[in-house]
């Protein structure tokens, strides 16, 4: 089991910046990919980024290329999302997730989850 804590979200003009962190404990040795999700009212949860832990290869969401950076720290298990030129349809609750898939895109990739971490985006 890996536990996932985040933090970071708040509120942010359009146009703004966040950096939501995410802190892992456990059995982070169980896990190879890390990544982000979110999750806007009344819509399905949608990937964001991830990253494979041993290579440090990254991913994006097409909607979020350029403008969101994935990293990690590893002597902190911990992985960062910072986001830039923040627009409204980015608001949503943001999830951390820990995992063993394949397909980095998809939620069942993932098995362990974070509790979430609000982020809204004002026009």
């Known amino acids: 089991q890996v536990q996932l804590v985040e933090s970071g979200g708040g509120l942010v003009q359009a146009g703004g910046s966040l950096r939501l962190s995410c802190e892992a404990s456990?059995?982070?040795?169980?896990?190879?990919?890390m990544g982000w999700f979110r999750q806007a009212p009344g819509k399905e949860r949608e990937f964001v980024a991830a990253?494979?832990?041993?290579?440090?290869?990254?991913y994006y969401a097409d909607s979020v290329k350029g403008r969101f950076t994935i990293s990690r720290d590893n002597a902190k298990n911990a992985v960062y999302l910072q986001m830039n030129s923040l627009k409204p349809e980015d608001t949503g609750v943001y999830y951390c997730?820990?995992?063993?898939?394949?397909?980095?895109?998809?939620?069942?990739?993932?098995?362990?989850w974070g509790q979430g971490t609000q982020v809204t985006v004002s026009s």
């Open positions: 997730a820990a995992g063993r898939g394949i397909i980095l895109n998809s939620a069942r990739s993932y098995d362990n």
């Open positions: 456990g059995r982070t040795f169980s896990t190879n990919v």
């Open positions: 990253m494979r832990w041993s290579s440090g290869n990254t």
